[in-house]
């Protein structure tokens, strides 16, 4: 069936961009030009493409799969009452935790293929699944296919396949991680240019050798990254980073619940994305 056909009395089909009507037992959002998605109580999501008959098989199910994990998955998650990031998680070799990264998708997915190419494992990307359980932040892996833009893929020399024709994301496959783990860090990116000056709290003898050496070396902005992500040990984020929660001290190396009323991270509950129109917010 496809949102045309199912234009009922209680819907109007927008004339322009998306929508999604929490009001319903079903959530219903209405993606005009790929088709409808309904998501249950329980999480469960049904998906219908516009104008399947016509299509091809290949285009039907590649607009099926950009309806399923594009938008039904996350919604699915925050219907079920998970804290959606906008950011990528990583696992890193012979770890039980993760590290979630979140910036500009541009940059996570850099980081991201570089990570992967040291051996690091990927729990999703774009969107994660979060939630609390006790004192520990956990992070749910999402089954959606990992997505980059063609210039990274080429850029990274990683083997890619297109989404759909006229799109310009191209599918990669990388080492998938596919149980939840507690977040160990969280890792803001944030892009610069290889002549910008580089702030990192010194301690001892690093600050003194920076003293006495004079101006550091430009480098690559994101070399700069991976080799912070990929060599600080997980359970001594950034002290900017932690601010919102207790320091760990038990030496398992975790996030932990924010005490008092500060609130939750900053970008969580960033799903449904901005712009989208919605009737009503249910809290969960």
């Not at 890193?92 to 690091?120: F, I, K, Q, T, Y």
């Not at 580089?198 to 050496?213: D, K, M, N």
């Not at 190396?253 to 799903?271: F, K």
């Amino acid at each position: 069936m496809t949102a045309t056909d199912d234009s009922g009395a209680d819907r109007t089909i927008p004339l322009n961009g998306p929508t999604l009507d929490c009001d319903r037992d079903a959530w219903l959002g209405t993606f005009p030009g790929l088709g409808v998605v309904r998501v249950e109580e329980d999480g469960t999501v049904t998906v219908d493409v516009d104008n399947a008959d016509v299509l091809t098989a290949e285009e039907r199910s590649n607009r099926e799969r950009a309806l399923r994990f594009g938008w039904g998955e996350p919604l699915s998650f925050a219907r079920r009452g998970f804290w959606c990031a906008g950011g990528a998680a990583a696992v890193p070799p012979r770890s039980d935790g993760c590290v979630l990264l979140l910036g500009d998708p541009h940059e996570v997915a850099n980081v991201m293929l570089e990570l992967a190419a040291r051996g690091w494992a990927m729990m999703g990307d774009r969107v994660t699944p979060l939630e609390w359980q006790g004192d520990d932040l956990v992070a749910h892996p999402r089954a959606a296919p990992l997505l980059v833009s063609r210039r990274t893929a080429e850029r990274a020399g990683v083997e890619s396949h297109s989404v759909r024709a006229n799109s310009d994301s191209r599918i990669v496959e990388l080492l998938r991680a596919r149980e939840p783990r507690n977040v160990v860090a969280i890792v803001l990116l944030r892009p610069r240019k290889p002549a910008d000056a580089r702030f990192t709290p010194l301690f001892g003898h690093e600050r003194f050798a920076v003293g006495t050496r004079g101006e550091e070396q430009a480098v690559d902005s994101t070399q700069v990254v991976v080799e912070d992500v990929a060599q600080r040990p997980p359970a001594a984020g950034p002290a900017e980073l932690r601010r919102r929660g207790d320091r760990d001290t038990s030496g398992r190396g975790r996030v932990r619940r924010p005490r008092g009323d500060e609130g939750a991270w900053p970008a969580v509950r960033a799903w449904p994305p901005r712009g989208v129109p919605r009737r009503r917010a249910r809290r969960a």
